[in-house]
């Protein structure tokens, strides 16, 4: 049976036991910190399993895409080693919230794979947890699996969580039996053991607890059920493999790679000699590998992640490079590219976001695979260099600050630097690694400030779980800035709920409606004030957490307290300004797809009142032409005075109208389309303007790359874009004062009055006039008083003079020439010149030919250049470098005699 069959299959049998067929939520999950990537079915239920989210069915099916390559779930370093660790894979479930519970699970489970599918009950063992007689029974007494076919296990195997927080509960998982066809440990495969003979491959998890960050286990509102079962596993199963690898999912993906490589893949390695099972097997990894991470990486960049160093980013990075580095152990030729087309042709059917995303998988992933082949051959030379000193030194162990120089300085992959010791019998010192890295993240972390009150972030989701029981805040900020009639339903001082909050103190306050928006899609929180008869608060931020609006505030008189009715007020100026930059972003993400290419997703953005920042997909810099037609598209939308609409409707209705959605993005069932004249149309939940032309005017003020494949605007709008063009205009005018162009306006227009190319000519000329006035000081250098300072030395029979010479001089053909004037003149000899600039100072060695052989340019200027703090090299008898430092002048000039044997 075919993997497309099987996933059909399940989902057909659950929707005929009365299940929603649920679609795959993204790879990123929506509003949960505590996860870096979707790991598990239940992940885009979990709200709904904490009571705190509501759906219009009690029973779900799905077939979840699902990354564990980075947190708590790693399975990164064993891809491609064992039959069955992939970094992605897809898990088929069936849940209930509130309905189901044990029995029905486990009836449904045992029928599903024992009759619709057909797999042998004689083959199949079931587990519960320790203490869950009830699970027992019903395996036993309901579906009569036998007593000796039921193991009991603790809470290592049969407690499941997601997480360090949230829903967990016991579990019952259900084994097969393949067979002693499986090769292994005879000790280890029996059931229970660490073998490969016994295999799991469904997950019953039945939901009863909710555990917080001290461990402390809360019943849920109702009783759940959580299913999963990998489709790799069960495929594996019913198409009479050993291996997830050998199935339709992995196969067609290594046979690509096969094909273009000209290696050989072997499903078994029996009958070889352990040489030819040493070659087949590093060759079977390398193309289980690169199939695994094809996968892997072909879904997270269609749900928007892309490469970068850190985070999400950083994870598919090490999944591409570590692809890319397997790859090139089977060919010289691009494998990645190849086998991830081979992932968008296989399972784009079930999957078309990969179809819909497919210029930007591929254009990434050759981007990416570039960029890495460039850093590869520099950071392995530089890794071997350090590997081959350790092996001189007998030493074992390569320091961690290596390690982190190589990923810092470099871009190398740790766990690439760790793999490539370990294949030279090294190992890496990961303490020391890790300190190096915690130094940098608080580098990091203390550059940047927040301006609201930080509060206690665990409490903060407690504390609007709570507030949210008597309903969702009413959002009332799209008509209007102010509302009069709003009530405080809940205070908190940042770490725990208050009645009311005294002049000075900052907390969290909840209106039943409130005009501030909360901080969301890239827009910024409102900020304002909240006014009650009895006091008054600045509102700092607004935040959204469960669909509750939590106003970040500091009283500024009197008190405030729950209960009290209060006035919201928006700050207008920042609100029309934020409305500005919302609605250019739109204009310009629409002029970006039709200048570029509708290959331009959105991958960031920033609504400020101050300023715009889109990140979108590209994968090389902006023209300055192609900056300038956004521009002027942009502006000629506003120009047009277009009416700013918003409507909700269906979200498939929004789609078949051509609104343009952002991958990665969830969206609830009705979403609210915002249109702007023709060529506009996006769903949105921000404040816009009423008319383009409130907008006024754009201005891109910046173009740059941010990561592999994305690009960076940032930009002006309405009096700030106003203020700086009217200062570019009058620093233009300057300009044209001090360059001689022509003053009149005209000349604005004339093509042929280019300022740049004014000052461009003004700088070549000053630059030209430096190296005269250089030349003229060179020719003031007195030769003779050098010469007359010469040292004789005798080195290694050798006989000579040593010329050492403070030169007050920036150009480094200047002083090479004054260094061979020396040379010439000392006949047999070394000359060391150190100049002087501005920040570098040029440092030449110059050594007579008759005595380059036992004295070497390259090699005297090199310690001569430490001393200083600098580097440089060359040839034997010439040699020029640049220092930082001049102040150890004298202990450098003694270097230089020391090494001449003075």
Known sequence: MKSKEIRSQFINYFEKQGHSHVGSSSLVPDGDATLLFTNAGMNQFKNTFLGIEQRDYSRAVSSQKCVRAGGKHN????????????????????????????????????????????????????????????AAEIWHKQEGVAKDRIYRFGEKDNFWRMGDTGPCGPCSEIFIDLGDKVGGDPKQNYMGGDGDRFMEFWNLVFM???EDETGKQTPLPKPSVDTGMGLERLSTILQGELSNYHTDLFMALINRAVNKSGVQYLKTLEDLSPDEETKYNETNVALRVLADHARA???????????SNDGRGYVLRRILRRAVRFGKKLSEDSLLPEVVNEVIMQMNDFYPELKQQQKLIEGTIRDEESRFLQTLDQGTHLLNEELMQLKKKGQSVLAGETVFKLYDTYGFPADLTRLMSEEQGLQVDEKGFESKMNEARQKAKASWKGKAISGNAAHLVEFSQAASKPGETEFVGYNTTRNAGSKIVAL?????????????????????????????????????????PKGTAEVLDCTKQNDVFL???????GVISQGDTAEAQVTDSDRRSTANNHSATHLMHSALREILGDHVQQAGSLVEPERLRFDFTHNKPMTAEQVSQVEAWVNSEISSSYNVTSQVMPQQQALDEGAMALFGEKYASDVRVVTMGPKSKELCGGTHVENTANIRVFKVVSESGVSSGVRRIEALTGARAAAFLMKNTQENQMAREATGISE???????????????????????????KEVQKLKGSNVNVESLLGEAKPFSFN??????????????????LGDLSTQLTDKIGSGVVVLLGQGDKNHPLIVSVS?????????????????ESLGGKGGGRPDFAQGAVPDRSALDQAFAKAQSLVGL
């Open 208 to 210: 009863q607890y909710n």
């Open 492 to 532: 908190s001082d940042g770490n725990a709920s208050a009645e009311s909050l005294q002049a000075g103190a900052e907390g969290v306050v909840v209106l039943d409606k409130t005009p501030f928006y909360a901080e969301g899609g890239g827009q910024v929180g409102d900020v304002g004030k909240i006014s009650t």
């Open 75 to 134: 399975d990164l370093e064993n891809v491609g080693r064992t039959a069955r660790h992939q970094t992605f894979f897809e898990m088929l479930g069936n849940f209930s919230f509130g309905d189901y519970f044990k029995k029905e699970a486990i009836h449904y489970a045992w029928e599903f794979i024992t009759k619709d599918l057909g797999i042998d009950k004689d083959l199949l063992y079931v587990t519960v947890f320790e203490t869950d007689d009830e």
């Open 744 to 770: 009149s306006w005209t000349a604005y227009f004339d093509s042929d009055s280019d300022v740049a190319a004014q000052v461009e000519a003004l700088k070549s000329q000053i630059k030209d006039l430096k």
């Open 849 to 865: 030919k008759d005595l380059s052989k036992q004295l070497k340019a390259g090699a005297i200027l090199k310690e001569i250049a």
């Open 551 to 557: 106003h970040h505030v500091k009283v500024t008189d």
């Open 297 to 307: 990486g072909a879904f997270l960049i269609a749900d928007g992640v892309l490469p």
């Open 797 to 814: 029979g050798a006989e000579g003079k040593l010329v050492l010479g403070d030169i007050p001089l920036d150009d480094r053909k200047v």
